[in-house]
Each structure stands twice: as C-alpha cells, then as structure tokens.
C-alpha cells in the first residue's frame, strides 16, 4: 500500500498521537466505594430529573481509568449495557449530550456507560488502539474497558446477552479492539468511522509489529485476539461520504475485516461460512439526509454486517446534538447512529446472529 505524505500527516493528526506498548495487566479492580460511584449532574438538559449520573474509577497493575454511567429512570429489569469510546481528546460528558445516547437510553431502558481515557497515559488522550491490538486483552485500555463493564453489569444486573461497546473516531478504533479482545463481554460492536484491527492504514507513524494493510490478515489477528473466546460478533458501521478520514482509513476495509474475523469465529475455519459478497442494499433518507444500507449476512441468512454510508456528511456524529452554531462535531441531519445501533443489536440477540455456531 502506498502511504504518502498526506496520508500519513492527515490520519496521524486526526486518530494517531503517540502509542505506547502495553505491557500484561493484573486484574483491574474497582476504588473503595466506586459500586454505587460518586453522583454527578449530567450536562445535558433533558437529563435532569430523568435519571442518574455517576463517576467511577477503575485500576490495575497498568493504570486507572474513570467512567461515567447513566441510569434513566425508565431503566428496564435485567437492562441492557451500551459502553461508548469517545473521540480523541474528547470529555465524555460533552459526548453523552453530543451523541444523544442518553436520550436513547431514556427510550430503550438500558444503561449508557462512558468511559474517559486520561490525556496523561502517553497518547495524549487518544485511545492507543495500535498498542491495544498488539498487547490483547491484558493490555492496559482492553483490560480496564473489560473490568469496568463487568462492574456495571454486576451492579444493575444487567443482561450479558445486551452488552454492547460503540465508539466513533478514535474510540471507534477502540471499540474494533474492544470487540475482538473481549467478545465474551461485549456482544456487539457499532463503529462511526474506524479502523481495521491492527490496520496499518489507521497507523502510519507507530507500525507495532502485527500491524497490516490486508484486511485478510487483519481477520486473521482479530480472531486470534479472541482466543478460547472466539464467538460471532455482529459489527455496525457508519460514516459520512464526505469524510476525509473515513477515505483514508478505509471503511470498506474495516467490513472486511469483520467479515473475515466473523468466518473464522464461528469454527475456526476460513470456509466461506460469512461470505464477503453482500446480502442486500437500499436507500434511505432521514431529516434532510440520504444514506446507503448495506447488509452482510452468513450462509443461513442471520445479519451479521451492517453499513451505512451517509450521503455528504463530514466527521460527526450523525443525528446528534450540537453543543454550540459552531459543533462542527456534530451533525443533527440524518439518522441518529446510537438508536439504530441499539435497534441492530438488540436484532442480533433476538435472532441469535452473535452466537457461536458448533464446530
């Protein structure tokens, strides 16, 4: 693949920084009273008097990392977990107002967590999901993602069959890391505007060892990351065509990849069980904005692969909330990408998609 100075510059300014290489993690475990975590008020104006906020904190061997979660008070018996990966740099009590996941809790009953990368752990605030994908699952952001989503789910009992990770940008890279490593937790995965696993194209400046341009290859190592875990995890992917970074780091090539690491999962074999060839597309137009569906499903028909490419919209959360005239973050057009998430994946569960099928 060729690289050029624009390619480099322009990736490594919008997803990069600098990575640092993991080293294996003890347990990550929570602080002295981070159960029932410290109230916060939400910043968001339709929070108030709907539901609660509270801040935790994790720590391992490697670090720590805070969280926030939101219970609305609609909140359903054995709910649903939505974990969402910010944006580089990002201050996640921005993003629940910006991505409007919260509302979509408030509707759906299930419990939206948002965990916060601290700007002092080497990547500059940036989720280092190169150095993640090369260390696994004992890695530092893998391991505290895993341990903070457990502590969640235990304390609301939540339904492991419903635990999702979401991400965009940054945290959507995280979020394909976040889904290989730990498919036992995380049931699905919905990504606006990623990056392959272990994609050299989303890594130009720091290229760790398993890094790769061949989306083949990247399968192969993401249903390595799986490990004895290995499972079918359906992936949601979303972006604008006029984004530059969603060109640059190759949308098409994050599908494949899933779609191949999907193959793998199901028996360990490389059969063609998830072909690569698309089930089916169609048009769409939401609040003033036209979109592109298209399915990728398995040899029996389950939706395992969903896209949506957004007709003229730039990097930003599709259907969500300015923060100000000026939130060119935040696109409010078009369909708002966490309640079509949460509606896949709860599709997967209900039909089975991400279960693993016998050998």
Do not use: K
Not at 108 to 126: K, L
Not at 299 to 304: D, E, F, P, S
């Amino acid at each position: 693949m060729r690289r050029g100075t624009l390619r480099a510059a322009a990736v490594g300014a919008a997803l990069t920084g600098m990575l640092l290489l993991a080293v294996p993690a003890a347990p990550a475990t929570a602080r002295p009273g981070s159960g029932s975590g410290t109230p916060v008020t939400s910043r968001c104006a339709g929070d108030i008097g709907h539901g609660t906020l509270t801040r935790h904190v994790v720590t391992n061997a490697l670090g720590s990392m805070t969280y926030y979660a939101y219970v609305p008070d609609t909140v359903r018996t054995r709910p649903g977990v939505v974990v969402h990966l910010h944006g580089a740099n990002n201050d996640v009590r921005d993003v629940m107002c910006q991505s409007r996941l919260n509302e979509v809790a408030r509707q759906e009953g299930f419990i939206a967590v948002y965990p916060q990368e601290d700007p002092g752990n080497g990547a500059q605030g940036i989720w280092d999901w190169g150095g993640s994908a090369y260390a696994g699952r004992s890695g530092r952001a893998p391991s505290l993602l895993v341990a903070l989503t457990r502590q969640v789910t235990a304390a609301h009992r939540a339904d492991p069959r419903q635990v999702f990770v979401s991400g965009i940008s940054a945290g959507g890279a995280m979020a394909v890391v976040a889904g290989a490593t730990a498919p036992d937790v995380f049931r699905g995965v919905a990504v606006e505007v990623g990056c392959m696993y272990a994609g050299l194209q989303c890594n130009p400046t720091t290229p760790y060892p398993n890094s790769t341009s061949d989306p083949d290859v990247a399968a192969l190592e993401a249903y390595r990351a799986m490990g004895e875990r290995a499972r079918r995890v359906p992936l949601l992917v979303s972006y604008g065509t006029a984004d530059l970074i969603a060109a640059l780091t190759d949308q098409g090539a994050l599908v494949r990849q899933w779609l191949g690491t999907n193959d793998w999962a199901d028996n360990g074999s490389r059969d063609q069980s998830v072909p690569q060839t698309a089930a089916a597309t169609r048009q769409g137009s939401t609040n003033g904005r036209t979109f592109t569906v298209t399915d990728w499903r398995d040899v029996n028909g389950r939706l395992l692969v969903q896209r949506y490419a957004i007709d003229g919209m730039s990097h930003a959360y599709a259907g969500g909330a300015p923060l100000s005239p000026t939130d060119v973050s935040t696109d409010p057009t078009g369909p708002n990408m966490r309640a079509v998430a949460w509606q896949f994946f709860r599709g997967q569960v209900l039909a089975g998609g991400g279960r693993t099928e016998a050998p």
